[in-house]
């Protein structure tokens, strides 16, 4: 069964450093998402990701977050200068375009900012 | 702006017997809602998913969820729980964009544990 896939599982890193989190969408998926969950709080919606563009952020998405399809197969999060604040686990998700069809995940990376 | 509440935090049941998670939610139109699961150091996985049409839904693993509109509530049911099933388990409510994209507002989660 086809699965979302993410690397790292555990990144490390020094607040003010720039971390790229990856993520590989299901082939024929469409739409992609970067979700976020710090340690004992919801989970919280941070961008929408569809043809080639941002279709929608939240609040959080300031402008030390980026999101790239660099080629045809990865999405990438990229956080400019990370916070202690950033610290938490990021999830990646992707559906089929059109629909209504349903998110899958992959298996989260935590970050964590020292 | 829409939102989720999972009243209970933690929940206990004892192997065999039936299971009832709730999830209330506040969304100004008819909404898209899920439930996923998440086991220790695991991604979410979906259980089930409510777009329209019938209001009870039927899952994976056996779970199934009745779509509630009167009540804003889309509660999580098991009849019979497996050691298996224990878990943290999110409902969430997609809330519509711009054409057919949506994103999830999730609750906070209840854990189960379930007693051998």
């Known amino acids: 069964e086809p699965e979302v896939t993410q690397t790292p599982s555990h990144q490390v890193t020094q607040m003010g450093q720039e971390v790229i989190l990856r993520c590989v969408p299901i082939?024929?998926?469409?739409?992609f998402y970067w979700y976020r969950q710090i340690l004992g709080q919801k989970v919280e919606f941070l961008v929408s990701?569809?043809?080639?563009?941002?279709?929608?952020k939240s609040e959080i998405f300031d402008d030390q977050f980026s999101v790239e399809r660099p080629d045809g197969s990865n999405f990438t999060l990229k956080i400019r200068s990370t916070k202690l604040e950033d610290s938490a686990m990021y999830f990646c998700?992707?559906?089929?375009?059109?629909?209504?069809?349903?998110?899958?995940f992959g298996p989260g990376t935590r970050l964590t900012v020292t | 702006a829409q939102s989720v509440t999972q009243p209970d935090i933690h929940i206990t049941v004892s192997e065999g017997a039936s299971l009832e998670l709730r999830c209330n939610y506040s969304?100004?139109?008819?909404?898209?809602l899920f439930w996923y699961v998440q086991s220790p150091g695991q991604g979410l996985q979906l259980l089930l998913k409510?777009?329209?049409?019938?209001?009870l839904v039927q899952g994976i693993k056996g779970f199934e969820a009745e779509f509630k509109r009167s009540q804003s509530s889309f509660n999580l049911r098991k009849p019979s729980v497996h050691w298996s099933d224990a878990a943290e388990y999110f409902c969430?409510?997609?809330?519509?964009?711009?054409?057919?994209?949506?994103?999830?507002?999730f609750g906070k989660g209840t854990l189960l544990t379930v007693n051998p």
């Open positions: 082939s024929n998926h469409l739409y």
């Open positions: 998700a992707s559906r089929l375009a059109g629909g209504p069809y349903e998110q899958y």
């Open positions: 409510y777009f329209s049409g019938d209001t």
């Open positions: 990701f569809y043809n080639n563009e941002i279709s929608e």
């Open positions: 969304y100004g139109a008819t909404p898209y």
């Open positions: 969430a409510v997609g809330a519509r964009g711009g054409g057919s994209n949506y994103k999830l507002t």
